[in-house]
């Protein structure tokens, strides 16, 4: 625990922390407290990252850190958060993974988000490689093998994530549905209809998870506290799991080539490509345009809020926008008693009284003429007369001057 003080009213803080069960005092020489609490924060950080490692210590390679990372440093993970760290780690392994994790700079980091950035790789998986390299360090800077902190390897890469807006309409589903071999239909009937993730979807068994009779899927799901979840049995996804039902065993087996076969199926009808998690996001759109709440999508998705639905899954097509735009009251809503049916905008030709674009008088314009009218400022309500025309007078003068 660190704390501030001050020996003197007028003189700098004084800061204090522990280490090693020993208790450390400094002069911050500030005299300005909440730098002082930054400068003790850094003077403690700096403490640590000296005399954590012995002198003596092994030394460790950054292909040892992240075989660690992967063996031993992810047991609290999800299987495919664990997954994503022993793929994310293999271009690590390939520029970085020769090199001592406490001669790596910051500049080597940079220089390899350089390269990635260079080969082509977008700036998310860019990102994520980052992310798999602060953890490994940060495993080896508690594993006493790491002398500096982390966090000052890492240079800050900022990134923007586009949401991708790919998902199915009825007609290309079907379409879909025909042009994939039988014993893989069930498995994107399943993706539409029920919304699991890829993981959840594979991991279905009949004998734990689907309830015909009642209509319920169990979605095992670990990814959020909302991922194990309950899903309806659409009566059409009833009506093609019910000549497949077994009394035990997985409902479908691993589409290990997926994204491959989905793609090919897309080129021979004549579509745009869609991925896995596609059909997760047709499920979530579908809903949505037939104006299912957002927080009922996402409950149904496994999601803890409804962010996700909206940002990401939950898209309008352009029969949904149409329709919403519709609704809008029409003219004659708005004034049923008037008989003339057209909307005029001014000008030559307009009928008596329709000034909504009639030109605006000078003095009624702000000071100076040159800003845009606004005829609640100069309203001869809002605005008396004698007060306008002084102000006239002195925007006038102001322009002379």
């Known amino acids: 625990m660190r704390r501030l003080y001050k020996k003197k009213e007028d003189g700098p803080w004084y800061g204090q922390y522990y280490e090693n069960g020993q208790r450390i005092r400094v002069n911050t020489f500030c005299w300005d407290k909440r730098a002082a609490d930054g400068k003790l924060r850094d003077i403690e950080r700096e403490a640590h990252s000296k005399t954590g490692v012995p002198s003596n210590a092994p030394t460790q390679t950054i292909a040892e850190s992240l075989q660690y990372l992967v063996a031993h440093g992810c047991s609290d993970c999800a299987p495919a958060t664990l997954g994503m760290y022993a793929q994310k780690g293999g271009h690590l392994l390939r520029l970085l993974g020769d090199v001592d994790v406490n001669s ?86 399943l993706a539409v209809f029920a919304g699991p993730r890829k993981s959840e979807l594979e991991a279905l068994r009949w004998e734990e998870h689907v309830d015909l009779d009642r209509g319920w899927l169990l979605l095992p799901g670990t990814k959020t506290k909302k991922s194990r979840r309950k899903v309806p049995i659409p009566d059409y996804l009833r009506t093609a799991l019910a000549p497949e039902w077994k009394p035990s065993g997985p409902v479908v087996s691993p589409w290990l080539n997926g994204r491959r076969d989905l793609r090919a199926a897309c080129q021979r009808i004549g579509i745009r490509p869609v991925s896995a998690n596609d059909l997760r996001r047709t499920f979530a759109s579908w809903l949505k345009q037939r104006g299912v709440d957002s927080m009922i999508v996402a409950r149904l998705m496994g999601h803890t809020s409804s962010a996700m639905v909206e940002k990401v899954y939950g898209h309008l097509n ?54 845009t009218p606004d005829l609640r400022i100069r309203s001869p309500t809002l605005y008396p007369v004698e007060l306008r025309a002084q102000t006239n007078q002195g925007d006038q003068a102001g322009l002379n001057r």
């Open 318 to 371: 352009n029969e949904s926008l149409t329709g919403a735009t519709n609704t809008l009251p029409r003219l004659e809503d708005l004034d049923p008693n008037s008989g003339d049916r057209t909307l005029h905008l001014g000008g030559t030709g307009s009928p008596p009284g329709d000034d909504l674009f009639r030109e605006i008088p000078a003095s009624y314009c702000a000071p100076g003429g040159a800003r």
């Open 104 to 189: 790596l700079s910051l500049d080597q980091v940079q220089d390899f988000i350089n390269t990635r950035l260079e080969e082509g790789a977008h700036r998310e998986s860019v990102r994520k490689e980052l992310c798999t390299l602060r953890r490994a360090l940060a495993l080896s800077h508690d594993r006493k093998l790491l002398r500096a902190d982390a966090r000052t390897l890492i240079p800050q890469f900022r990134t923007r994530y586009i949401p991708r807006d790919r998902f199915l309409t009825e007609a290309e589903f079907s379409g879909l549905l025909q042009a994939l071999p039988t014993a893989r239909r069930l498995w994107v009937l």
